[in-house]
């Protein structure tokens, strides 16, 4: 008896494994088969997400951004700075900040009276409300802290690049009252820098 060896080469293994190797095909005739037995199930559900998102827009308060710009009157050390970014944008900043100082947005609420708007908290919480606070349950919270914190939510300052202005952006349910709360927003902000 004899041994017969032979040697098989590297592609030769490849070739046989590639030959048992099947690509599989697309069966597009079971997939539309599949989505036809499905049909009822895609339409519910589809039908489902678009009533479920008319009833949300519906339901939900429209919301009303009043708009306003201001110029920076920036310190004379940032201007002279001009030509350094990194001055000139702190400077910026610092403003930015004092557009959202308590001082400010205490002139906002005293102005327009928020702290008895009731889109800021001023409204009335109920007998229910003022008897569970009479009895101490319940804590009672300022109408001004109120008005403080939902003011707080409503305005937003965003900086314009490459110039000294800021947009000064105020959101609420009441086209008149955003409008109002910028204007006496930026007044504020100006009052406060002439007086410093």
Not at 47 to 61: E, F, P, T
Request: hydrophobic share 45%; net charge neutral; with cysteine.
């Amino acid at each position: 008896r004899r041994d017969v060896c032979m040697s098989i080469s590297d592609n030769d293994r490849r070739d046989a494994y590639l030959s048992r190797i099947q690509v599989p095909a697309l069966d597009v005739e079971g997939v539309a088969a599949v989505l036809l037995r499905r049909a009822a199930f895609i339409a519910a559900v589809t039908a489902l997400c678009a009533a479920l998102s008319l009833v949300w827009i519906l339901l939900s308060a429209p919301k009303y951004v009043a708009s306003g710009q201001i110029l920076l009157d920036l310190p004379a050390q940032v201007t002279a700075d001009a030509g350094k970014p990194e001055a000139s944008a702190a400077g910026i900043d610092n403003q930015i900040s004092a557009l959202t100082l308590r001082s400010v947005l205490d002139k906002v609420i005293a102005r327009e009276k928020l702290d008895t708007d009731p889109l800021f908290g001023g409204k009335s919480k109920g007998i229910l409300f003022t008897l569970l606070a009479g009895v101490g349950l319940v804590p009672v919270t300022e109408p001004h802290a109120v008005a403080l914190r939902q003011l707080n939510r409503a305005i937003s300052i965003a900086r314009n690049p490459d110039s000294n202005t800021v947009n000064v952006d105020v959101v609420t349910p009441d086209r008149e009252t955003s409008a109002r709360v910028a204007n006496a927003a930026m007044d504020s902000y100006v009052e406060e820098q002439r007086r410093a």
